[in-house]
């Protein structure tokens, strides 16, 4: 069941924007997914209140910097049971913003998920040409 639900949660909510996302920018799924992975520690770091979050978060942002930069276009693995924690993290994340009023930190959960899903696209769907998008267009008029 939980299975069914990353599936869902994968194609309906985080590959579409991945892959146009990447259509746009003309980068592999691998740049996009070392890409939220630096955004969510850089999230992290200006989230950060205590030396400790500090060095870990400075740290991972420096790393993924480095490995952005260094090897972008490299496959990176997914694993289902840390989607699965970070959606836990998420939703744990939801229920302490709706007490507190705030929504400050979710972006750090959204951008892991976002990176770890960028991850699991094996190959990219190819970009629709001008004529076919005309072609798409002149379809959803008639």
């Not at 090897?71 to 693995?77: E, L, S």
Request: charged letters at 20%; a positive charge; glycine letters at 6%.
């Amino acid at each position: 069941m939980l299975r069914k639900f990353d599936l869902w949660l994968g194609k309906t909510l985080f590959i579409p924007p991945i892959v146009k996302l990447c259509h746009l920018t003309r980068q592999s799924q691998y740049a996009v997914s070392r890409l939220f992975w630096f955004m969510a520690m850089l999230s992290g770091l200006y989230r950060a209140d205590n030396a400790v979050d500090y060095l870990i978060f400075g740290l991972g942002s420096f790393f993924m910097m480095l490995t952005a930069s260094l090897r972008a276009d490299r496959p990176t693995a997914s694993w289902f049971w840390f989607r699965m924690v970070v959606v836990l993290g998420l939703i744990l994340r939801l229920f302490s913003a709706i007490e507190d009023g705030t929504l400050a930190g979710v972006e750090y959960w959204i951008f892991i998920l976002f990176a770890e899903y960028a991850a699991t696209i094996r190959t990219l769907p190819p970009r629709a040409s001008a004529e076919r998008k005309q072609k798409l267009a002149e379809a959803g008029e008639g």
